[in-house]
C-alpha cells in the first residue's frame, strides 16, 4: 500500500442516463477489491451508492445510458464541460443501448402504446450514444461491461496512461476456450466473427450463439455475414439478430434497416425513420 | 445529477411558515427519481414520488420478436435483478406452450434466483441500506469505521453474483434462461469452488440477522395491505399462487384479475393499485408475513429468535430485517440445492409455439413481477405488459411518506431529509425497472 501522492486523489463521478445501472453496479461487483479501488481514488459523484453529491469538476467522469431525453441531452453537455476525461461505460452509453430500436420506428406511436397519458413522458425521439453529443475519450463496450476491462480501465486512468483493452473478434475467445464452433459445427448463427471480444465467448461456452452485445468489431464484414445467415432464413429473421444491445451501431445499422427486424408496431414497417430525428445535431 | 441533496425552499404564498421542500434527487438507490411533499397546516396533504428515469418503452421492444429473444430483452429492464425479468418471462411463454420443464432444470432456475436474491439483498442491506443505521453517506464511508462489516457484506454479495455466474455465463444479464430449460446445463463439479465458501456465508448470513436486528429502527406502525405468491412446500420465487393479506387468491397468471396499472401526473412509471383502487405493499415484509411457514428452517429459527415478526410486518424500516432474514433463506436453500444436484440428461426440451395469453408472476428480490404476453400465430410477441414491484409499491411508499413525514417536518431540512429518505430506501426501490419511478419537494399549501 502506498500513501496518496501529494497531487491528491483523482476525482471520479459516475453518473447515468438511460439503462438498467448494470455497468455502475459491474463497480461494485469487484467485491474483493472494491474497497482497495475506491480507495486509490476520490469517489465525489455515485449516486447510486452515496449521498455525498457533487457537482464536479471530475478529473475522470465515467458515464452510463444513452441520451433519450431533452434534460439528458442538456445535462451532457454540462456534464462534459466539468469534466477532465469522460469515459462511456457499456452498451447504451456507447451505443445507445436496447432502447435505440425506437429510433427505427415512430416514437409517439411507441409512447401510446405504452402509456395511458403519452403527454404525461418526456423523451426525445431517438435514443443515442453519448458519443453523438459530446466528445468521449475512451468507451467500454458490453452489455454489461466487462470487470477485467474496468479495472484495466480504472488502472489506466490512476497511472494517466492509455487503456490497454484487446481488439479482437469473440471468435478468438473461443478458439482459446477450446469451443466448438457453434456456427460451423451446429449451423448455429452466431454473431462471434463480426463481434468485439471481451466477455470471453460466453454465449458460445454455452452452447448458443453470439448475440452482439459487445458490439461490431471494426472493419468486420457484418453484411457478409448476414447475408450467409439468409440461406433458409427470411431477411427479418437476420435482422433480427442484428436487432439487439448494439443495433444502432454501424454496419449493424445498415443491416437491420435493410433487412428488418425491428418491427414493434406489429402493423408498421421497419423504416429507420427517427433515426436521423433528435438527438443527432450535436 | 449535479445538484446536491438538499430540501429547497420554494417560493410560497407564505414566506417565512413556508414549508416547501423537495429531494431532487434519491441516492442510494437503483435508478432516478425525486419526492414532493405537499404540506397545508402542518399535514402533508400529498406525497409524490416522481421517476425521471427515462423512459425506455420495454412492453413495445418485445414486439415482434420471439419468446428466446424476449427473455434477453426484458433482462436489460434491471441490472440488479435481470433473473427475475428472465424468470417471470420463461414461465409464462413454457405455461402457454404447454411445456413441463425437467425437475432438475427446475431446481436450477430456483438456484439461479437464490443467486439473484443473495447479491440483490446483500447489495442492498450493507451497501445502500445499513449506512442509514449506523449514520454514513455510503458504504465506502462506513468502511473506514466497520471494514469487516463492509467486507462482510461483499463476501456474501460475491458469493450470490458466483452462483448466477456459475449457472448463467455472468451475473449481470446471464445468458442461459431458454424457452425449455437452459442453453447448457452446469457438470456438479462447476459447483466446487462455491460450495467451499457456501457454509461460510450462511453463517455470515446468520451474522447479518443478528447484526441488523440490533439496529435502532424509528417508532412507525401502520396495518398494510400485503400481496405476495405462497406456495405449499416452497418460499416463493416461481411458482404459487397470487395471495393478499385481505383475501386474494388468484392463479399466478390471473394477477390483472385483482389489480391494475395506472398512469400518474408527473412521474414516468405506472403505477399499481388493486382494482378497487387501495394501496398494497410487495417485497420481503410481505413474502415474510404470508409464506413464513415455508422458510428455510435456519431463516424460521433465525426470525423466531429476533422475535420481531410482527415489527416486520407493521414498521417498513424493518424491511432490512426481512431481506436478511431472506438473505439467510436463499444462501441455506442454495446450499440444499447444490448438495442434491444431478446434472440433468438434456439442458432443454424441445417445444413448439402456440398462439394465446401467456402471463406468469415470480418472486423478484423487491416483490411480485408480473408479465403478459400475446403471442400470435408466427409465434412473435405481438403486445406485452411488464409490471415491476417498485411500481406497485409506488402508492404504498407514497401513502407512508404521507404518513410519516409531519413528525419530521419540524427536524433541520437536512435531516428530514435524511430520515425521509431512508424510508423510501427501506422500500429497495428500483427506479429503472419501474420507468414507467424518484426529487423530495415539500410544498405548503396554507
Same mark, same amino acid.
Given at each position: ?90 452498451a447504451?452509453?456507447?451505443y445507445?443501448?436496447i432502447?435505440?430500436l425506437?429510433?427505427w ?36 463496450h458490453g452489455c ?24 479482437e473478434a469473440v471468435c478468438l475467445d473461443c478458439k482459446?476456450r477450446?469451443n466448438v464452433c457453434v456456427l460451423v459445427a451446429s449451423g448455429m448463427p452466431c454473431l462471434g466473427p463480426v463481434t468485439q471480444g471481451g466477455c470471453g465467448a460466453l454465449c458460445p461456452t454455452y452452447g448458443r450463439g453470439c448475440y452482439g452485445c459487445f458490439g461490431p468489431k471494426?472493419?468486420a464484414n457484418a453484411r457478409s455475414l448476414a447475408d450467409s445467415f439468409l440461406d433458409g432464413r427470411e431477411a427479418a429473421d437476420v435482422g433480427r439478430l442484428f436487432a439487439g444491445f448494439t443495433a444502432y451501431a454501424e454496419p449493424f445499422r445498415s443491416i437491420v434497416t435493410e433487412f428488418g427486424g425491428t418491427r ?6 421497419a ?12 | ?17 413556508? =414549508? ?41 421492444l418485445v414486439?415482434g420478436r420471439t419468446p428466446d429473444e424476449v427473455i434477453d430483452i426484458?433482462s436489460r ?16 411463454f ?26 440483490? =439483498? ?47 455465463g455472468?451475473?449481470?444479464h446471464p445468458i442461459s434462461v431458454r424457452v425449455g430449460g437452459f442453453s447448457r ?53 416461481? =411458482? ?55 422458510? =428455510? ?50 439442458p432443454r426440451?424441445p417445444w413448439t409455439s ?24 408466427r409465434g412473435f410477441v ?65
Open positions: 500500500m502506498t500513501a496518496p501522492v501529494a497531487t491528491g486523489r483523482l476525482s471520479v463521478g459516475i453518473v447515468k442516463f438511460a439503462s438498467c445501472d448494470g455497468c455502475q453496479l459491474s463497480l461494485l461487483d469487484l467485491e474483493d477489491e472494491l474497497l482497495e479501488v475506491v480507495g486509490k481514488f476520490d469517489i465525489v459523484e455515485f449516486p447510486e451508492a452515496s449521498s455525498v453529491r457533487s457537482s464536479g469538476p471530475y478529473d475522470v467522469l465515467l458515464v452510463e445510458g444513452s441520451i433519450s431525453t431533452e434534460d439528458q441531452r442538456r445535462e451532457i453537455a454540462e456534464l462534459r464541460g466539468k469534466a477532465k476525461t469522460l469515459v462511456t461505460i457499456g447504451c452509453a456507447s445507445g443501448g432502447q435505440a425506437r429510433n420506428v415512430d416514437h409517439d406511436a411507441v409512447r401510446a402504446a405504452v402509456y395511458a397519458h403519452p403527454e404525461y413522458i418526456e423523451s426525445l425521439a431517438t435514443a443515442t450514444p453519448v458519443r453523438e453529443h459530446v466528445k468521449v475519450d475512451a468507451e467500454l454489461p461491461i466487462n470487470q477485467d476491462q474496468l479495472r484495466e480501465l480504472l488502472a489506466s486512468v490512476a497511472l494517466g496512461r492509455r487503456p490497454q483493452i484487446r481488439e482459446r477450446g471494426e472493419l414493434m408496431d406489429p402493423a408498421g414497417p423504416t429507420p425513420t427517427a433515426a436521423s430525428e433528435g438527438g443527432n445535431d450535436r | 445529477m449535479t445538484g446536491t441533496n438538499q430540501l429547497d425552499p420554494t417560493t410560497g404564498p407564505r414566506p417565512g411558515l413556508d =414549508h416547501d421542500f423537495n429531494v431532487s434527487y434519491i441516492t442510494r438507490v437503483e435508478g432516478e427519481g425525486s419526492l414532493r411533499l405537499r404540506v397545508r397546516d402542518g399535514g402533508v396533504v400529498e406525497a409524490r414520488l416522481s421517476i425521471f428515469e427515462a423512459p425506455r418503452y420495454f412492453e413495445q414486439v426484458v429492464i434491471c441490472g440488479i435483478c435481470p433473473v427475475a425479468y428472465q424468470m417471470s418471462a420463461v414461465h409464462a413454457e405455461d402457454l406452450f404447454g411445456i413441463e420443464i425437467d425437475p432438475e432444470i427446475r431446481a436450477l432456475r430456483r438456484l439461479l434466483y437464490c443467486g439473484e436474491w443473495i447479491q440483490s =439483498h446483500a447489495l442492498h442491506i450493507y451497501l445502500l441500506h445499513a449506512p442509514d443505521f449506523l449514520g454514513y453517506p455510503s458504504a465506502i464511508a462506513m468502511a473506514a469505521d466497520h471494514k469487516s462489516i463492509v467486507e462482510r457484506g461483499l463476501a456474501i454479495k460475491k458469493l450470490g453474483n458466483l452462483i448466477m455466474s456459475t449457472i448463467g455472468r451475473a449481470i446445463v452446469p457438470r456438479p463439479a462447476a459447483f466446487d469452488e462455491l460450495r467451499r465458501v457456501l457454509d461460510g456465508v450462511v453463517e455470515a448470513a446468520e451474522e447479518t440477522v443478528r447484526m441488523v436486528a440490533g439496529f435502532d429502527a424509528p417508532d412507525y406502525r401502520r396495518e398494510p395491505r400485503l400481496v405476495a405468491l405462497v406456495h405449499p412446500d416452497e418460499y416463493p420465487y416461481n =411458482h404459487g399462487r397470487i395471495r393478499s393479506s385481505d383475501g386474494v387468491d388468484l392463479p399466478v397468471d390471473r394477477w390483472d384479475d385483482a389489480f391494475e396499472e395506472l398512469h400518474v401526473e408527473g412521474t414516468n412509471a405506472l403505477q399499481a393499485r388493486t382494482r378497487d383502487g387501495e394501496v398494497y405493499l410487495l417485497g420481503p415484509a410481505a413474502r415474510i408475513t404470508l409464506a413464513a411457514g415455508t422458510l =428455510h428452517p435456519l431463516a424460521a429459527e433465525a426470525l423466531a429468535r429476533t422475535g420481531m415478526a410482527e415489527s416486520i410486518r407493521t414498521n417498513i424500516y424493518w424491511s432490512i430485517l426481512a431481506r436478511a432474514i431472506e438473505l439467510l433463506h436463499a444462501a441455506a436453500e442454495a446450499r440444499d440445492i447444490i448438495d442434491a444436484y444431478h446434472r440433468p440428461a438434456e426440451v402456440r398462439p394465446g395469453r401467456a402471463a406468469w408472476a415470480t418472486e423478484a428480490p423487491r416483490g411480485l413481477l408480473f408479465h403478459r404476453y400475446e403471442v400470435d400465430e405481438a403486445a406485452a405488459q411488464i409490471v415491476p414491484p417498485t411500481s406497485q409499491n409506488q402508492a404504498a411508499i407514497e401513502a407512508d411518506l404521507a404518513a410519516f413525514a409531519p413528525a419530521v417536518l419540524d427536524l433541520p431540512h437536512e435531516e428530514a431529509t435524511l430520515r425521509l429518505e431512508q424510508l423510501i430506501r427501506s422500500y429497495d426501490p428500483c427506479i429503472s425497472c419501474a420507468t414507467h419511478f424518484l426529487d423530495l419537494r415539500i410544498e405548503d399549501d396554507s
